[in-house]
């Protein structure tokens, strides 16, 4: 199994400049998340999914949309990117919610100049 | 929502001395406190977690005590190896709290050998 998958490993954006950061995992978990992780600051959750077609927000979910339409797959979509979303972005999933362990992808380090 | 507080954010030991990190959480219903590596550079990886349900688990040479009544957990880390060298996160969840795990700041330790 490849785990939890991300692409891209690294990316600038200038301001106002959209994307999609690629998430996937073959491990048929039914819940997958977003985190950013700031210096100082822990794994803050962005958006998360407890199945196809559920998503919900977590404690930073303003200027980021999601969406799961696979089990596999959950892309995290920066709407307009501003200086402020420069951060390390994983993504997670887990099988057993709430008690499971979270398997991390390996991370996407965003600059947004 | 769950507020995590976390200390130090970094701590020095020397070889062989013990290390323990500690956390404090703010939503009494949590009930799930793992515990989660993250070496330089690579993913964070759930080194040991609790239930509310008992009040410390080990793992070879690592531990975690859970306080409920005051709300507080930490992680002990006995004859600490270079490899101890990492940060370590803390977290918290509840099934009551819209599935969402809320971590720490972050705690950098350093194994001087």
Known sequence: NAGVTQTPKFQVLKTGQSMTLQCAQDMNHEYMS??????????????????????????????????????????????????????????????????????????TRLTVT | GENVEQHPSTLSVQEGDSAVIKCTYSDSASNYFPWYKQELGKRPQLIIDIRSNVGEKKDQRIAVTLNKTAKHFSLHITETQPEDSAVYFCAASNNNAGNMLTFGGGTRLMVKP
């Open chain 1, 34 to 107: 977003w985190y950013r992780q700031d210096p100082g600051m822990g794994l803050r959750l962005i958006h998360y999914s407890v199945g196809a077609g559920i998503t919900d927000q977590g404690e930073v979910p303003n200027g980021y949309n999601v969406s799961r339409s696979t089990t596999e797959d959950f892309p995290l979509r920066l709407l307009s990117a501003a200086p402020s979303q420069t951060s390390v972005y994983f993504c997670a999933s887990t099988r057993d919610y709430p008690y499971g362990e979270q398997y991390f992808g390996p991370g």
